[in-house]
C-alpha cells in the first residue's frame, strides 16, 4: 500500500523482519505452492489479485493480466486514489473482484501517540468508508478492511481494539476487517475484533494467521507498467463485491527453488544474468561459484535481504524486473534462457523481439496464466519454479532455532505438537507457556539434555521423528504445520495422506534436499529453521 507516500515501498522493505530463504514464510513470501490434494479441495480459494492506489490502471490491463480481483481504497477525500464509481463499474464489467479498504494517515499518526479518543476516530473513519463504498455500488453486507499500515507495538493493542470497537460500531463486527501484520491481524482476531483479515508479509516475521481471508505478498511488482502490490486469496469469500473475483486462471505457482553454491543449469545462469541486470561484474557460465556467491550476498545485503548467498525464494523475488516486448538487455536474457529450458529454442540475445513474445505467450497459455508476452512476477515463478533448472551443489541447511517462554507462531505450535508426541498433556495452540515451558523441561530431563525450557537445536534434534505416507498423529501435525509456514495449505489432521506427501516433496525439491516425500532430520531441519 502506498496511498500517501510514494516512497512507502521502500521504507517497507528496510522495517520487515525477514525469515530466511523459504517461500510465503519469506519477505516476499510468494511461494504459492500446494499439494495435489490442496489444490483438489480448495481450488477455488488459490486465487490471485493486486492491490494499488494509480487510479489510472485499467481494468483491462489487470484483467489481461490473469489476475482476478483488486483491492482499491477509499480515504478522507478530495484524493485522486480513491475508488470511484466509474472504476468500480469498469472493474465489475471486466469480472474483477473489488475489496474494500480504507486507509487514512490518521492512522499512521499513531506512530507519534495514540489519540486521546480511538473508539471515535474508528467510528468516524467507519462512517465515511461506509459511505463512499456504498456510493461505490458496494452491497451493504460486504465488509470493510481497515488499514494499519505500519509496525503498530504491542503496547498500542488497548486502542487498537477500541479503535475497531468503534468501526464495528457503525458496520457491525461481521464487516469488520483489518490490514496489518501478523501480530495485528493475529490480535484483533484473538480479541474478537474482527471478522476478516487481510495480513501484509510486512512486520510478520514468517508468521502467517491461518484466520486471515487475504495476505500481501509482494509490494513492488509492475502490472501493465504500474507499480502494485500482489495479494493471495486464502479463503473463497474474501470479501470481494462486483466481479466474480476467481483470480483469473486460478493458477497453482510452484515455489521458488534455493539455487546455492556449487549447482549448476539454466536458472543459475538465469540468476546469473540477472545478478548482471543489476550490476553485479560476473560471467553467466550457468556454475554457481566463488564469484556468484560474491555477487549474491552482495546483491542481498544492498536490498536489505538475508545475506546468505544462496538464491531462494526472497532474493528471486528481489532479482527479477518484468520485461516485455521492446526489453533489452541481461533481465531478457534471463527470461529466454528460462524459456528455453522448455524448448523454444530462442537467441539468448537480450533482445525481447517477437520471437522472445510468441515463446512466452505460448509458456503462458500452456501453464494457464495470463496471456500477455509479458514476463512478469507469475511467469517468473512458474518458468525459475518449474522442473529442475539446476542441480548438484549441497544444500545448507540454516540452523535450529531457539523458541523460548514467550515465543508465538508455527515453530511454537509445531514444537508443541512434538512434544505430545512424546507424552506431554499440553494444549497446541502456539503460544509458549508455563504448560509448555514445564513439558520442554521435562523432555529435556527424560532425555539427558541440559534443562533450561528452551527449544533449540539439541532439544529439536531429540524432538523430531521422521514421518511419512502413512504416518499419523502429532508429529504429522507438527510437519503438516511447518510445511503450511510454506504456503502448502494442508489440513493439520495428523494424517499423513498424499497431499502432505506432494507437499513434502514439492517442498524438497524447492530447497535442493533428495526428493523421497519423507520428513527426515534434514527436511525437518529446512522446515524448522527457514
Given at each position: 500500500?502506498?496511498?500517501?507516500?510514494?516512497g512507502?515501498?521502500?521504507?517497507?522493505?528496510?522495517l520487515?523482519?525477514?525469515?530466511?530463504?523459504?517461500?510465503?514464510?519469506?519477505?516476499?513470501?510468494i511461494?504459492?505452492?500446494?499439494?495435489?490434494s490442496?489444490?483438489?479441495?480448495?481450488a477455488?480459494?488459490?486465487?490471485?489479485?493486486?492491490?494499488?492506489?494509480?487510479a489510472?490502471?485499467?481494468a483491462?490491463?489487470?484483467a489481461?493480466?490473469?489476475?482476478?480481483?483488486?483491492?482499491?481504497?477509499?480515504?478522507?477525500?478530495?484524493?485522486?486514489?480513491?475508488?470511484?464509481?466509474?472504476?468500480?463499474?469498469?472493474?465489475?464489467?471486466?469480472?474483477?473482484?473489488?475489496?474494500s479498504?480504507?486507509?487514512?494517515?490518521?492512522?499512521q499518526?499513531?506512530?507519534?501517540?495514540?489519540?486521546a479518543?480511538?473508539y471515535?476516530?474508528?467510528?468516524?473513519?467507519?462512517?465515511?468508508a461506509?459511505?463512499?463504498?456504498?456510493?461505490?455500488?458496494?452491497?451493504?453486507?460486504?465488509?470493510?478492511?481497515?488499514?494499519?499500515?505500519?509496525?503498530?507495538?504491542?503496547?498500542?493493542?488497548?486502542?487498537?481494539?477500541?479503535y475497531?470497537?468503534?468501526?464495528?460500531s457503525?458496520i457491525?463486527?461481521?464487516?469488520?476487517g483489518?490490514?496489518?501484520?501478523?501480530h495485528?491481524?493475529?490480535?484483533?482476531?484473538?480479541?474478537?475484533k474482527?471478522t476478516?483479515?487481510?495480513q501484509?508479509?510486512?512486520?510478520?516475521?514468517?508468521?502467517w494467521?491461518?484466520r486471515a481471508?487475504?495476505?500481501?505478498?509482494?509490494?513492488?511488482?509492475s502490472?501493465?507498467?504500474?507499480?502494485?502490490d500482489?495479494?493471495?486469496?486464502?479463503?473463497?469469500?474474501?470479501?470481494?463485491?462486483?466481479?466474480?473475483?476467481?483470480?483469473?486462471?486460478?493458477v497453482?505457482?510452484?515455489?521458488?527453488?534455493?539455487?546455492?553454491?556449487?549447482?549448476?543449469?539454466p536458472s543459475?545462469?538465469?540468476?546469473?544474468?540477472l545478478?548482471?541486470?543489476?550490476?553485479?561484474?560476473?560471467?553467466?557460465?550457468?556454475?554457481f561459484g566463488?564469484?556468484?556467491?560474491?555477487?549474491?550476498?552482495?546483491?542481498q545485503s544492498?536490498h536489505?535481504?538475508?545475506?546468505?548467498g544462496q538464491?531462494?525464494?526472497q532474493?528471486?523475488?528481489?532479482?527479477?524486473?518484468?520485461?516485455?516486448?521492446?526489453?533489452?538487455?541481461?533481465?531478457?536474457r534471463?527470461?529466454?534462457?528460462?524459456?528455453?529450458r522448455?524448448?523454444?529454442g530462442l537467441?539468448?540475445?537480450?533482445?525481447?523481439?517477437?520471437?522472445?513474445?510468441?515463446?512466452?505467450?505460448?509458456?503462458?497459455?500452456?501453464?494457464?496464466?495470463?496471456?500477455d508476452?509479458?514476463v512478469?512476477?507469475?511467469t517468473?515463478?512458474m518458468?525459475?519454479?518449474t522442473?529442475?533448472?539446476a542441480?548438484g551443489?549441497?544444500?545448507?541447511?540454516?540452523?535450529?532455532?531457539?523458541?523460548?517462554?514467550?515465543d508465538?507462531?508455527?515453530?511454537?505450535?509445531?514444537?508443541?505438537?512434538l512434544l505430545?508426541?512424546?507424552g506431554?498433556?499440553i494444549?497446541?495452540?502456539?503460544?509458549?507457556?508455563?504448560g509448555?515451558?514445564?513439558?520442554a523441561k521435562?523432555?529435556?530431563s527424560?532425555?539427558?539434555?541440559?534443562?533450561d525450557g528452551?527449544?533449540?537445536p539439541?532439544?529439536?534434534s531429540?524432538?523430531?521423528v521422521?514421518?511419512?505416507?502413512?504416518s499419523?498423529?502429532?508429529?504429522?501435525?507438527?510437519a503438516?504445520?511447518?510445511l503450511?509456514?510454506f504456503?502448502?495449505g494442508?489440513?493439520?489432521?495428523?494424517?499423513?495422506?498424499?497431499?502432505?506427501?506432494?507437499?513434502?516433496r514439492?517442498?524438497?525439491?524447492?530447497?535442493?534436499?533428495?526428493?523421497?516425500?519423507?520428513?527426515?532430520?534434514?527436511?525437518?531441519?529446512?522446515?524448522?529453521?527457514?
Amino acid at each position: 500500500m502506498d496511498l500517501f507516500d510514494n516512497g512507502r515501498h521502500l521504507s517497507r522493505r528496510r522495517l520487515l523482519t525477514l525469515a530466511g530463504g523459504a517461500a510465503v514464510a519469506t519477505a516476499t513470501g510468494i511461494g504459492f505452492a500446494r499439494s495435489a490434494s490442496a489444490a483438489t479441495t480448495a481450488a477455488a480459494t488459490t486465487s490471485y489479485g493486486i492491490d494499488y492506489s494509480d487510479a489510472s490502471l485499467t481494468a483491462g490491463s489487470v484483467a489481461s493480466a490473469g489476475y482476478g480481483f483488486v483491492c482499491r481504497y477509499l480515504s478522507w477525500l478530495p484524493n485522486p486514489k480513491v475508488l470511484t464509481l466509474s472504476e468500480a463499474q469498469a472493474l465489475t464489467a471486466a469480472d474483477l473482484g473489488i475489496v474494500s479498504n480504507w486507509e487514512s494517515d490518521g492512522l499512521q499518526d499513531w506512530q507519534s501517540g495514540v489519540p486521546a479518543d480511538p473508539y471515535s476516530q474508528g467510528a468516524g473513519h467507519a462512517t465515511e468508508a461506509q459511505r463512499q463504498a456504498l456510493a461505490n455500488g458496494m452491497p451493504s453486507t460486504r465488509p470493510i478492511y481497515f488499514s494499519v499500515d505500519f509496525d503498530l507495538q504491542s503496547s498500542m493493542y488497548s486502542a487498537l481494539n477500541s479503535y475497531f470497537d468503534g468501526v464495528a460500531s457503525v458496520i457491525g463486527r461481521s464487516r469488520t476487517g483489518a490490514y496489518g501484520g501478523y501480530h495485528v491481524i493475529k490480535e484483533l482476531f484473538d480479541s474478537g475484533k474482527i471478522t476478516w483479515g487481510w495480513q501484509t508479509y510486512a512486520w510478520s516475521g514468517g508468521s502467517w494467521d491461518s484466520r486471515a481471508q487475504l495476505r500481501q505478498v509482494q509490494n513492488g511488482i509492475s502490472v501493465a507498467g504500474h507499480d502494485a502490490d500482489l495479494d493471495q486469496a486464502m479463503a473463497t469469500d474474501y470479501g470481494q463485491w462486483g466481479g466474480k473475483g476467481g483470480g483469473g486462471t486460478g493458477v497453482i505457482l510452484p515455489s521458488w527453488p534455493n539455487i546455492t553454491d556449487g549447482m549448476s543449469g539454466p536458472s543459475v545462469q538465469a540468476a546469473q544474468y540477472l545478478l548482471r541486470y543489476h550490476g553485479a561484474s560476473i560471467t553467466a557460465d550457468g556454475q554457481f561459484g566463488a564469484d556468484t556467491l560474491a555477487a549474491a550476498k552482495s546483491f542481498q545485503s544492498a536490498h536489505g535481504l538475508g545475506v546468505d548467498g544462496q538464491i531462494g525464494p526472497q532474493t528471486w523475488s528481489a532479482l527479477i524486473v518484468q520485461v516485455q516486448s521492446g526489453s533489452s538487455g541481461d533481465a531478457v536474457r534471463a527470461a529466454q534462457v528460462e524459456l528455453n529450458r522448455f524448448g523454444y529454442g530462442l537467441t539468448v540475445d537480450g533482445n525481447f523481439g517477437s520471437g522472445t513474445d510468441t515463446a512466452a505467450r505460448a509458456f503462458q497459455s500452456a501453464h494457464s496464466l495470463g496471456v500477455d508476452g509479458q514476463v512478469g512476477p507469475q511467469t517468473w515463478q512458474m518458468l525459475v519454479g518449474t522442473g529442475n533448472g539446476a542441480s548438484g551443489g549441497s544444500t545448507v541447511p540454516p540452523p535450529w532455532p531457539n523458541v523460548i517462554d514467550g515465543d508465538t507462531g508455527n515453530n511454537v505450535l509445531a514444537a508443541q505438537y512434538l512434544l505430545r508426541y512424546h507424552g506431554a498433556s499440553i494444549s497446541a495452540d502456539g503460544q509458549f507457556g508455563s504448560g509448555t515451558l514445564a513439558a520442554a523441561k521435562s523432555f529435556q530431563s527424560a532425555h539427558g539434555l541440559s534443562v533450561d525450557g528452551e527449544i533449540g537445536p539439541k532439544t529439536w534434534s531429540a524432538l523430531i521423528v521422521q514421518v511419512q505416507t502413512g504416518s499419523s498423529g502429532d508429529a504429522v501435525r507438527a510437519a503438516q504445520v511447518e510445511l503450511n509456514k510454506f504456503g502448502y495449505g494442508l489440513t493439520v489432521d495428523g494424517d499423513f495422506g498424499s497431499g502432505s506427501n506432494s507437499a513434502a516433496r514439492a517442498f524438497q525439491s524447492a530447497h535442493g534436499l533428495g526428493v523421497d516425500g519423507q520428513v527426515g532430520p534434514q527436511t525437518w531441519q529446512m522446515l524448522v529453521g527457514s
